[in-house]
Nanobody
């Protein structure tokens, strides 16, 4: 099982980025999977998670309306489209599988990928 996140970088406030998480070793269509982030000096948190049960997506309040998580089952890839980025979005972003019951939390996560750094700064 391997999850490979990419797409991070430096972006100005108000800008956009798209992160990708390529998965190998299992088919994501049968799994809940999501995005997490860890800002400097803060705990890792779940921000956008897709449930395999009904395809619904949970978003934490701080990213609602700005971030969109999506899956491409054919490419076995999870995406995170990030718009209207703010300096407080600066963090290392991770993708991870989510176990049962569906909880978009570190405790609910299973296999982790390595992170990709997003820096929002002018």
């Amino acid at each position: 099982v391997q999850l490979q996140a990419s797409g991070g970088g430096l972006v100005q406030p108000g800008g956009s980025l798209r992160l990708s998480c390529v998965v190998s070793g299992f088919t994501i269509s049968g799994y809940s999977i999501g995005w997490f982030r860890q800002a400097p000096g803060k705990e890792r948190e779940g921000i956008a998670c897709v449930s395999s049960a009904d395809g619904s997506t949970y978003y934490t309040n701080s990213v609602k309306g700005r971030f969109t998580a999506s899956k491409d089952d054919a490419k076995n890839t999870l995406y995170l489209e990030m718009n209207s980025l703010k300096p407080e979005d600066t963090a290392v972003y991770y993708c991870a599988t989510i176990g049962y019951p569906f909880r978009c939390t570190v405790a609910g996560a299973g296999s982790w990928g390595q992170g990709t750094l997003v820096t929002v700064s002018s």
